[in-house]
């Protein structure tokens, strides 16, 4: 199954947002939540009263931990700033935006993973390790701007899309044994940077590793 925001095992946080946004203590049932979730506007994000309801849900969800999802869809947590652990133990992709902007989500497990979408983890600036055993796809901007992210496993990855690791600044070593194509600006002002190890690359952007002011060190015998 694919997984998506509002789903049954969060109508607590569902119902946490509710009483967040109309002020009340008392506790919602399933059955009551139609007329509360009514009750509220929904003005586009705008903040304030006008507030999207989903703007609400986003901040209560901290843990995603489910055994029976296969994929999660594209936006799925998008803006969820309260989401610190990410564990889907069969899940074999993640699409584009799902965890973007996700800036407490510090701990990830995807074990059969094997492609992340687009923006995935755009701006998740609380994530310091990433490794994706199986994953042989990453894609455009997939970990743009984590900055706090220091550590990067992706042994059987065979293809970086452009500014996937763009401002990684904590990342000091890379090493991707299978990768045969590194896109532009792949790991561009990624600054602390200073070991590359591409065994298997046969090409690389010339603007893979651009402002990449530590870079001392770049093994790459098979690209042409």
Do not use: W
């Amino acid at each position: 199954m694919s997984l998506g925001l509002v789903e049954s095992s969060y109508l607590a946080d569902i119902a946490s947002a509710i009483r967040s946004k109309n002020g009340l203590s008392t506790t919602y049932t399933p059955s009551e939540m139609a007329g509360a979730i009514a009750s509220i506007p929904s003005g586009g994000g705008g903040g304030g009263d006008d507030e999207d309801f989903l703007a609400l849900v986003a901040r209560t969800i901290s843990v995603v931990d489910r055994s029976d999802v296969t994929s999660v869809g594209n936006v799925a947590f998008q803006h969820c700033f309260s989401l610190t652990t990410v564990s889907l133990p069969a899940c074999t992709s993640v699409g584009s935006y799902a965890f973007q902007s996700c800036y407490s989500l510090d701990t990830v497990s995807l074990p059969v993973c094997s492609y992340v979408g687009s923006c995935a983890f755009q701006y998740c600036t609380a994530l310091t390790a990433v490794s994706l055993p199986v994953c042989s796809y990453v894609s455009d901007y997939a970990f743009y701007g984590c900055s706090s992210l220091a550590t990067v496993s992706l042994p059987v990855c065979s293809y970086v899309g452009g500014n996937a690791f763009y401002g990684c600044s904590s990342l000091v070593t890379v090493s991707l044994p299978a990768c045969s194509y590194v896109s532009s600006c792949a790991f561009q002002n990624c600054r602390s940077l200073t070991t590359v190890s591409l065994p298997a690359c046969s090409y690389a952007s010339d603007s893979a590793f651009c402002d990449c002011r530590s870079l001392t060190t770049v093994s790459l015998p098979a690209c042409s």
